[in-house]
């Protein structure tokens, strides 16, 4: 949850594999990994989103503390010492039967606006893709 | 119609109490959600990207015109206004927030409806052929035997924690309509040399990860057997079926890696250990359930309809809808009537809360009350004169339902896909849609004939993309979406996989190469009258991979 370990693996698997290549194969894959992780720069900048417990509503943490389902009001968080104590208190809401299913995510922000980097997440936001999903009752 | 009896109710009423309180427990965190994940989906209700889903149950597909306008007046109260009718038979709906579920439940309750069997390693609600007790082709109606192995499965202890989900499917009829080969377990009613019932049963079927289609295990299980009969596979299947790996789990897997010979040695074991105990099947009770599915009295009319084709010669619109969705009917004069939840680009399956109050009230006017959904996600009528299409098109048309496309390019079957499921890889709902509007026009839809598009978001395959004509399976290429395409899957008795022609698509490639795919079979076919289907297996991939990816 904390790790956007897909991205982490997929991209030290494809060094990995270049390296080996490079040096004919004769190279010990944890040492790899664990330079490789050192050097992956944190995907920056992040929020943290959840689902509601009593609707399931989506919903960003705030600065304050508060999970708003405005996501141009997340806090945009930068620093990995940040990032910690946003996950912890994050996890301490869902003890306290707030939210579930918290996740960090990676964010673009421009004008303002932050929107989310995977597809996933921007639908998490704004809402099926679908035509119409308030279907006006047409006949 | 089958009646819950007095034990089904007090269950149900008991259940929705107990997950009132569960829920009221959770809300205020004196449980945790490890602790009340699987208490919900016990209960029907899965956490999606957006909110949580309720899934409702409707056995064998059968629906009375009050329990539509429950289901309309929940999709109103506690949803956004529609329905999404599923490949299950089943109703899910999108967008209910936890706190409503127990009022939800209960307001099903009362309409004799609820959620149970819709999640978990249980034997899930039985489907049938959507077309029972109607069809001119069937032995006899199915639905008597799905609700029997209902009442047997319903919360059975020794097949509640099963190694991992288990779908039976019951059709009535030689033309398969219900995909029993594509079920764990499928079974086909039939007549013995004496007229008597029996069953052919199939075994390991399934789509998910590892498409197979189901083995014969039996010709022919006479009625009185049946039970026994599918309690001994559920008895192998739980002794010998893979718990290490739930993508090896199902009953499909046992049947590979052991054989069908073997595991029906083991199962003919085990049946004659039972065959004859408390499972044995009474032509009492047989015929105290068949009461409820006793078809409704039909007054004597004649062949044709002079109504009919007075009217459909008048109206082209109607003469295509009667030319498309109708289905003959045992009975001369009536027919089953497909109302399609197919418009042209729209979002397959869904249903507004008007428009099932709408089929509520034409099924009550013209067609007894009742109304099926189909596992191509379309909703159905099927006992209707042929005399009064013409009032219920209308009723349809205004209601817009009147889309004429039952078996049609444009009737696609697709799952929710990424717009809504948390285990989507791509989109399907969007592909529909525009699919739907590519090869939308009338005449473009005549000329290509019957051809199945089916497309599911992930490998999971609820959109059934194993055994679509055309499949599409939404993959995650680099956290792009990415479609790859599978040919000459079918659902019916001549079962088959659809095999991937080659290398995907992206989201914007995928419809011009379902064009190029439909447009070489129009090119390639013997006459207009080799479907799609045909054309593919006499032809094989060849022609298609050149088409689509030159030579
Ligand atoms: C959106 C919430 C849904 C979730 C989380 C979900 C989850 C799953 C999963 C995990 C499987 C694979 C099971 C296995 O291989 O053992 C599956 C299979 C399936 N689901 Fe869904 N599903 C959802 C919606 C639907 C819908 C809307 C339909 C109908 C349109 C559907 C119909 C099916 C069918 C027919 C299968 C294939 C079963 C087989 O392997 O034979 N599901 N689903
Ligand atoms: S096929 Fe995959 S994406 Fe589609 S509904 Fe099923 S689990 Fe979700």
Redesign the interface.
């Given at each position: 949850m904390k790790w956007q370990w897909q991205d982490v693996f997929?991209a030290t698997a494809l060094l990995f594999e270049k390296l080996k290549q490079a040096l004919g194969g004769a190279i010990d894959y944890v040492s790899v990994r664990i330079a490789c992780l050192a050097d992956t720069p944190v995907p920056m900048p992040e929020i943290l989103t959840a689902?509601r417990?009593?609707?399931?509503?989506?919903v960003y943490r705030a600065a304050s503390g508060t999970w708003v389902a405005d996501i141009d009001a997340a806090e945009v968080i930068d620093d990995a010492e940040r990032r910690t104590a946003a996950e912890a208190a994050a996890l301490g809401d869902?003890?306290?039967?707030l939210v579930?299913?918290v996740a960090t995510i990676a964010v673009s922000v421009a004008d303002g606006h932050v929107v989310p980097k995977?597809?996933?997440e921007r639908?998490?936001a704004f809402?099926?893709?679908?035509?119409s999903?308030?279907?006006p009752?047409?006949? | 119609m089958y009646r819950y009896d007095e034990f089904d109710a007090t269950f149900v009423r008991q259940r929705v109490s107990q997950f009132a309180d569960q829920v009221e427990r959770?809300?205020?965190?004196e449980i945790?959600?490890d602790e009340f994940k699987p208490l919900r989906l016990m209960n029907g209700v899965y956490?999606?990207?957006?909110?949580?889903m309720l899934r409702v149950a409707i056995p064998y597909g059968t629906l009375s015109s009050t329990q539509m306008r429950r289901l309309a007046h929940i999709a109103r109260v506690y949803d956004?206004?529609?329905g999404h009718f599923t490949t299950r038979q089943n109703i899910q709906f999108n967008w209910?927030?936890?706190?409503d579920v127990p009022s939800i439940l209960s307001e099903l309750a009362e309409v004799e409806m609820h959620a149970i069997q819709t999640s978990g390693n249980c034997i899930r609600n039985v489907t049938a052929d959507h077309f029972a007790g109607a069809a001119f082709d069937e032995a006899d109606d199915p639905r008597p035997y799905a609700e029997i192995l209902r009442q047997w499965s319903s919360l059975h202890p020794e097949f509640s924690f099963l190694p991992r989900k288990f779908k039976i499917a019951v059709t009535g009829a030689g033309h398969d309509r219900a995909a029993i080969r594509l079920h764990d377990i499928g079974l086909e009613v039939k007549r013995g040399k004496d007229g008597g019932i029996g069953f052919a049963v199939y075994v390991g079927g399934g789509q998910g990860r590892t498409p197979m289609i189901a083995r014969e295990l039996a010709a022919f299980v006479p009625e009185a057997d049946i039970l026994a009969y599918v309690d001994a596979i559920l008895r192998v299947y739980n002794l010998f079926g893979r718990r290490d790996n739930k993508y090896k789990a199902r009953i499909k897997i046992l049947v590979h890696e052991t054989g069908i010979d073997e595991l029906r040695q083991l199962v003919e074991d085990e049946f004659r250990q039972i065959r004859g105990g408390v499972l044995g099947l009474p032509a009492e009770e047989v015929a105290r359930i068949r009461a409820y599915f006793e078809p409704p009295t039909l007054t004597t009319r004649s062949g044709t309809s002079a109504t009919l084709e007075a009217a459909r010669a008048e109206n082209p619109a109607l003469d295509r809808f009667a030319r498309q969705n109708l289905h003959r009917h045992k009975a001369q004069g009536h027919t089953s009537l497909t109302i399609s939840l197919k418009p042209i680009?729209?979002?397959p399956g869904?249903a507004?809360a008007?428009?099932m109050e709408a089929v509520a009230d034409i099924a009550e006017r013209w067609a007894f009350s009742e109304i099926r959904v189909s596992h191509e996600q379309n909703l159905i009528l099927p006992h209707l004169a042929l005399d009064d299409v013409p009032a219920v098109y209308e009723a349809l048309?205004?209601?817009?339902l009147a889309t004429a496309n039952a078996g049609a390019i444009t009737d696609i079957i697709a799952c929710p896909g990424?717009?809504?499921c948390a285990l989507?890889n791509a989109?399907s709902?969007?592909l529909a849609?525009q699919l739907s509007e590519r090869f939308g026009a009338p005449e473009r839809q005549d000329e290509i004939g019957p051809l199945s598009i089916k497309i599911s978001g992930c490998i999971n395959a609820c959109g059934h993309h194993h055994v679509g004509h055309i499949g599409i399976l939404g993959v995650d290429r680099?956290?792009e979406?990415f479609y790859q395409i599978s040919l000459g899957g079918n659902p019916d008795e001549s079962a088959s996989i659809g095999q991937i022609i080659g290398p995907g698509f992206s989201a914007e490639g995928v419809i011009d190469a379902v064009e190029t795919v439909v447009d070489a079979y129009i090119k390639l076919r013997a006459s207009p009258d080799e479907t799609f289907l045909a054309a593919y297996r006499r032809l094989g991939e060849a022609p298609f991979k050149e088409a689509l990816y030159g030579a």
């Open positions: 997929s689902n417990l009593s609707d399931g509503d989506v869902v003890s306290a039967s579930v299913e995977r597809l996933r639908i998490r809402g099926p893709t679908v035509k999903d308030h279907r009752v047409t006949a | 959770r809300l205020k965190g945790t959600e956490l999606q990207l957006h909110a949580y956004k206004g529609y209910p927030a936890l706190k680009g729209g979002i869904d507004s008007e428009q048309a205004a209601a817009g990424l717009d809504y989507a989109r709902i969007p849609s680099k956290g979406e």
